[in-house]
Protein backbone atom coordinates (compact mmCIF):
# COMPACT_ATOMS: atom_id res chain seq x y z
CA UNK A 1 0.00 0.00 0.00
CA UNK A 2 0.94 3.85 -0.51
CA UNK A 3 0.58 5.28 2.64
CA UNK A 4 0.80 8.58 3.18
CA UNK A 5 1.48 10.55 7.17
CA UNK A 6 1.30 14.43 7.38
CA UNK A 7 3.14 15.08 10.46
CA UNK A 8 5.44 12.12 10.20
CA UNK A 9 8.41 13.43 11.92
CA UNK A 10 6.02 14.20 15.01
CA UNK A 11 6.27 12.06 18.08
CA UNK A 12 2.69 10.12 16.93
CA UNK A 13 3.36 10.76 13.02
CA UNK A 14 7.57 8.63 13.54
CA UNK A 15 6.45 6.19 15.90
CA UNK A 16 3.06 5.11 12.77
CA UNK A 17 5.93 5.63 10.35
CA UNK A 18 8.42 2.76 11.93
CA UNK A 19 5.94 0.44 12.10
CA UNK A 20 4.49 0.76 8.86
CA UNK A 21 7.68 0.60 7.35
CA UNK A 22 8.29 -2.87 8.77
CA UNK A 23 5.56 -4.25 7.20
CA UNK A 24 7.10 -3.22 3.70
CA UNK A 25 4.37 -0.33 3.03
CA UNK A 26 5.36 2.39 0.52
CA UNK A 27 5.40 5.12 2.86
CA UNK A 28 5.46 9.24 2.13
CA UNK A 29 6.26 11.54 4.80
CA UNK A 30 5.06 14.79 4.67
CA UNK A 31 6.58 17.45 7.13
CA UNK A 32 7.48 21.19 7.67
CA UNK A 33 10.83 20.34 7.84
CA UNK A 34 11.85 16.82 6.84
CA UNK A 35 14.26 14.50 8.70
CA UNK A 36 17.49 12.69 6.79
CA UNK A 37 17.44 9.53 6.33
CA UNK A 38 18.64 7.74 8.57
CA UNK A 39 17.55 5.24 11.45
CA UNK A 40 13.46 5.36 11.50
CA UNK A 41 13.29 7.50 8.37
CA UNK A 42 15.78 5.29 6.37
CA UNK A 43 13.74 4.32 3.00
CA UNK A 44 11.15 7.06 3.31
CA UNK A 45 9.97 9.24 0.43
CA UNK A 46 10.00 12.58 2.31
CA UNK A 47 8.06 15.32 1.14
CA UNK A 48 8.63 18.89 2.98
CA UNK A 49 5.20 21.09 2.79
CA UNK A 50 3.67 23.66 5.34
CA UNK A 51 0.14 22.81 5.87
CA UNK A 52 -0.56 26.85 6.71
CA UNK A 53 0.10 27.98 3.42
CA UNK A 54 -2.36 28.22 0.76
CA UNK A 55 0.47 27.37 -1.66
CA UNK A 56 0.75 23.91 -0.31
CA UNK A 57 -2.29 22.69 -2.18
CA UNK A 58 -0.70 21.84 -5.59
CA UNK A 59 1.87 19.73 -3.43
CA UNK A 60 -1.14 17.90 -1.52
CA UNK A 61 -3.06 17.60 -4.74
CA UNK A 62 0.06 15.90 -6.13
CA UNK A 63 1.60 13.81 -3.24
CA UNK A 64 -2.16 12.05 -1.97
CA UNK A 65 -2.90 11.19 -6.22
CA UNK A 66 -2.74 7.06 -6.70
CA UNK A 67 -2.41 6.72 -2.41
CA UNK A 68 -4.44 3.82 -1.06
CA UNK A 69 -4.44 5.88 2.59
CA UNK A 70 -3.50 9.12 4.47
CA UNK A 71 -2.97 9.39 7.96
CA UNK A 72 -3.44 12.97 9.23
CA UNK A 73 -1.20 13.67 11.82
CA UNK A 74 -0.43 17.37 11.51
CA UNK A 75 -3.03 19.53 14.04
CA UNK A 76 -7.02 19.41 12.34
CA UNK A 77 -7.46 22.97 12.59
CA UNK A 78 -4.50 23.77 10.12
CA UNK A 79 -5.60 21.68 7.22
CA UNK A 80 -9.43 22.87 8.08
CA UNK A 81 -8.41 26.13 8.11
CA UNK A 82 -6.13 25.73 4.74
CA UNK A 83 -9.08 24.10 2.83
CA UNK A 84 -11.90 26.27 3.95
CA UNK A 85 -9.70 29.25 3.39
CA UNK A 86 -9.80 30.66 6.60
CA UNK A 87 -6.31 31.23 7.97
Given amino acids: ?3 IITG ?3 NI ?3 LLRRLTSDDHEIV ?3 RRTPDDS ?3 GGVEWVGV ?10 LEHTFAGS ?3 VHQV ?4 LTAVFCGKR
Avoid: E, K, N, Y
Fill in 1 to 3: MRI
Fill in 8 to 10: ASG
Fill in 13 to 15: GSA
Fill in 29 to 31: GMA
Fill in 39 to 41: GPF
Fill in 50 to 59: DLTQDSCLPT
Fill in 68 to 70: DAV
Fill in 75 to 78: VPLV
